[in-house]
């Protein structure tokens, strides 16, 4: 009897739904995984009936409340744990809908239908959803620089530039794939020329939410000592508590990073010996190095718009170390022939006494 009772009461409302007044669409816009409200209201009162559904999904039901309690026997799989009231605003008219971990198979026209005594209504939202573009990484081997994003919906763009301007082709296609998820990962390379040179390359990946851009001055070469060594960052001079700090060893070691509202930076525990300290414009001073020091550093400096990266290529000189070492034998030697030296000086002295004093006898005679 109760499912026959609900089967009725589902057609019923079914029915007065569709002869329900309806109102221009709402347009909201959601980011991946996070949680999202669906604004819909009514005149308010007690025994509310509520009925969400998907439109464009052949109107799968997505939450229902009736009876002073939700009513999610025929709520769609999709949604599943994801959805709410806000129960306590119900009789005051609110009947928004809060979705969680929204997913990209969400978008589409929902459906806000709301009955009490004095009259039905509906509303219709249009849900769009946003993956905007958290990060755009650049990287250098040897004569090729790649450009990749990933985790991206709707379909993003991406182009290149120089700074300064130049005649630089990009001729590289871009490559986009889609996940399961259906969030798009976007890549593309260009080989760099060897008749143009200090050029600092950027790359701009953008969607209708948000852009975001990396620039990328090609690969340079330092010469370090086992002292202290100091590695530039490309950035400009603005402080450090504006920008995200990421310093890395042959592109995948952290080295140390900082946020801009952690303080101070954070160092790996591999590299707390070596690291003495970072200048406001993100600049890295090391000591102590040997040769498994000697490699490609890199600086990745960011803010909400622009990660700014830097890649030098250290190399530790030898001849600093041994330098040192020949001069520390060097003196050891030097002070051993001194001594030597002093103690021959001494013995002779001596020596050439011992004879004066063995001829005065005869001399008297």
Same mark, same amino acid.
């Given at each position: ?30 980011? =991946? ?52 009231? =806000? ?279």
């Amino acid at each position: 009897m109760m499912v026959v009772g609900c089967s009725v009461s589902l057609v019923v409302w079914s029915f007065l739904w569709m002869l329900s007044p309806a109102e221009g669409d709402a347009e909201v816009s959601c980011v =991946f995984m996070e949680s999202c409200i669906l604004p819909c209201s009514f005149q308010g009162g007690t025994d509310a009936v509520i009925h969400w559904t998907l439109v464009t999904a052949g109107n799968s039901p997505v939450h229902s409340y009736y009876n002073n309690q939700d009513q999610l026997g025929y709520q769609g799989q999709h949604f599943r744990g994801r959805t709410s009231l =806000f129960k306590d605003q119900i009789s005051g008219g609110n009947s928004s809908l809060r979705l969680t971990e929204v997913q990209i198979q969400d978008q589409g026209r929902y459906k806000c239908f709301t009955s009490i005594i004095r009259g039905n209504k509906a509303s219709f939202i249009n849900l769009q959803v946003d993956a905007p573009v958290h990060k755009v990484d650049m990287e250098q081997e040897e004569n090729r620089i790649t450009c990749s994003s990933e985790g991206i919906y709707p379909e993003p763009e991406l182009t290149w530039s120089t700074r300064p301007p130049s005649n630089v082709a990009f001729k590289n296609p871009t490559r986009v794939q889609q996940s399961e998820q259906q969030l798009y990962n976007i890549n593309s390379s260009l080989i760099l020329s060897d008749r143009v040179t200090d050029l600092v390359y950027s790359c701009t990946v953008s969607t209708r939410r948000n852009k975001r851009r990396a620039t990328l001055r090609e690969l340079t070469s330092l010469d370090g000592s086992s002292s202290d060594t100091t590695i530039l960052c490309s950035a400009s001079n603005t402080s450090l508590l504006n920008f995200s700090l990421v310093w890395r060893f042959n592109r995948s070691q952290i080295i140390l990073n900082r946020t801009r509202t952690s303080v101070p930076y954070t160092v790996s525990e591999e590299w707390r010996q070596q690291v003495k300290g970072v200048s406001e414009s993100g600049s890295l001073t090391l000591q102590d190095l040997s040769l498994k020091q000697e490699g490609i550093y890199t600086c990745e400096l960011s803010d909400d718009e622009e990660t700014n990266i830097t890649n030098t290529l250290l190399r530790i000189e030898e001849r600093s170390q041994t330098g040192v070492t020949r001069l520390n034998v060097g003196l050891v030697v030097g002070a051993i022939l001194f001594v030597v030296l002093a103690a021959g000086l001494v013995v002779l002295y001596y020596k050439k006494k011992e004879r004066k004093r063995g001829r005065r006898p005869d001399t008297e005679q």
